[in-house]
């Protein structure tokens, strides 16, 4: 409620927490100044503005030890014996300071020497009489004139702030429990992506090995056919090592956490050779590598399916002006990869894309954005951008440095 009315007129909390203290003890002072203390003592104006000054200061003194040292310290943790002997330490305190009060008091009052004319006066007269110390536990009346003329006016300001204090507490546990069930749900669902992205990876790791043929068998055939073609076609020859090494890399580097990066771009290029050769000169092919791969670190196979979407959506024979730019930029430890390709016309597989909402390449490029998520958790930024002539992707990453690897591994 304080909170709202400080937002409401534009004040800092601090400064409206004080402007309300100011306020409601400025109310206590008119209250015990003006009212209680002239209608009690009936007295001269000295003793009406001692006596007045003597309970506001009680009251104050009363409310911030109470309300800010023993509520917080022994009530609020129920620590219930050291809160009870601290009420009774200041509750005899308070009596011997009344104590010391009303003997001035009874000095400047109109009614020196009539004692018995005015309860008030007959109230000091009795806290003046020998007394143990202790009489404010023993004598009922003098206890309860202790309360009243000291405790009265404090009790209602503490029991508000007691309210509130509960209310806020059970507020703030309610929020840090709101908290903890929200960070708890995030949890499950960052484990859920998880678990989701390995199970999306066995399956591929399923389909592949079910599709493919020993490696042994295949690379043993794939060299016989390079023996032969080298005298006879150099060119065939090439293609024919660039598809064993494509083949070699998916076997036994895809399972890695990281690979140089050298060996990310050797696969794309070889990739891009390949695709050459099957297009010839039909497709417009550029491809640009600036900076040294060979500084820095990437995870297995993160790139390519980029690069095949972009054959497979961007070459067309129907389309006389297919193009695939294809742009590696390496400097300080930054990624700047980006693949643009043509977009045939009447395309009814990127027409049904399209219409479900998803980009062209299917799996292939929703997988990649998971590994991404997964991988390089905030340090990359993926933008897909689609035209009727031109598909396009931008990423931008953040690269492990193969001389800040090495320095981690030494210490």
Request: glycine content about 2%.
């Amino acid at each position: 409620m304080a909170k709202k009315l400080f937002s409401f007129f534009k004040l800092p909390e601090t400064t409206g927490r004080f402007l309300l203290h100011l306020l409601t003890w400025l109310l206590v002072w008119a209250t015990i100044r003006y009212f209680s203390v002239p209608t009690l003592t009936k007295d001269n104006l000295a003793t009406i503005e001692h006596a007045a000054v003597a309970v506001m200061s009680q009251t104050l003194i009363i409310f911030y030890f109470l309300g800010y040292i023993v509520f917080p310290k022994f009530l609020y943790p129920r620590r219930l014996i050291p809160f009870i002997i601290s009420l009774l330490a200041l509750f005899q305190l308070i009596y011997i300071t009344n104590y010391y009060e009303f003997s001035y008091l009874a000095q400047i009052s109109n009614f020196k020497g009539q004692l018995e004319s005015n309860y008030i006066v007959r109230a000091w007269n009795r806290y003046l009489n020998p007394n143990p110390w202790t009489v404010c536990f023993t004598d009922f009346k003098i206890a309860y004139f202790n309360y009243g003329w000291s405790f009265f006016y404090v009790t209602p300001v503490l029991v508000i702030k007691v309210m509130r204090d509960v209310v806020s507490a059970r507020t703030h546990n309610l929020r840090l429990e709101r908290d903890r069930i929200q960070l708890e749900k995030d949890n499950l669902d960052l484990q859920r992506q998880r678990l989701t992205l390995q199970r999306d990876n066995l399956n591929l790791e399923l389909s592949f090995l079910k599709s493919q043929i020993n490696p042994h068998f295949l690379f043993n055939t794939l060299n016989a056919i390079y023996a032969r073609t080298a005298d006879v076609d150099e060119h065939a020859a090439d293609l024919v090592m660039r598809l064993s090494n494509l083949m070699r890399y998916s076997l036994y580097e895809s399972n890695r956490e990281r690979v140089v990066m050298t060996k990310e771009v050797d696969y794309i290029e070889s990739y891009i050779e390949l695709e050459k050769a099957r297009f010839s000169d039909k497709v417009a092919i550029d491809y640009q590598l600036h900076g040294n791969p060979e500084h820095y670190f990437i995870a297995p196979l993160l790139l390519i399916s980029f690069v095949e979407n972009a054959f497979k959506h961007g070459t067309s024979r129907s389309l006389s002006s297919s193009f695939v730019n294809i742009s590696i930029h390496l400097e300080d430890a930054k990624l700047l990869f980006s693949v643009k390709n043509s977009v045939p016309p009447k395309n009814k597989s990127l027409d049904s894309l399209k219409q479900t909402g998803q980009k062209p390449g299917g799996f292939g490029l929703v997988n990649t954005a998971k590994r991404l998520a997964l991988l390089y958790p905030q340090k990359h930024k993926l933008d897909i951008i689609e035209t009727d002539q031109q598909f396009e992707i931008n990423l931008e990453m953040e690269l492990t440095s193969v001389s800040h690897l090495q320095a981690d591994t030494q210490l």
